[in-house]
């Protein structure tokens, strides 16, 4: 199943994003469960939240992706849902 994870980072987490990215996308591309991956932009091009489209057999392996992402261990999110996705292109 697909799982749409969107997190929103606290405000003022810029450097807690830049200091953890190099961990999360080892972490990304290492779990085998990621099919697409990127991040929120604001209006000016700067990073605040992720999203990550999951490939996982049940939200209980969402929830336990999501709570291992190094952006997650560093508190950098200010928010975190998980959501089944329904891929219908692509």
Do not use: C
């Amino acid at each position: 199943m697909f799982v749409a994870m969107i997190a929103h980072d606290k405000k003022g987490a810029l450097s807690v994003r830049q200091e953890n990215r190099p961990a999360h996308i080892e972490y990304l591309k290492s779990t085998n469960s990621v099919a697409q991956a990127g991040p929120l932009l604001d209006a000016d091009g700067s990073m605040i939240g992720s999203l990550v489209i999951l490939d996982v057999p049940d939200m209980a392996t969402a929830q336990d992706w999501a709570d291992n992402d190094p952006y997650a261990k560093a508190e950098l999110f200010q928010s975190v849902t998980l959501t089944h996705w329904n891929r219908v292109i692509g």
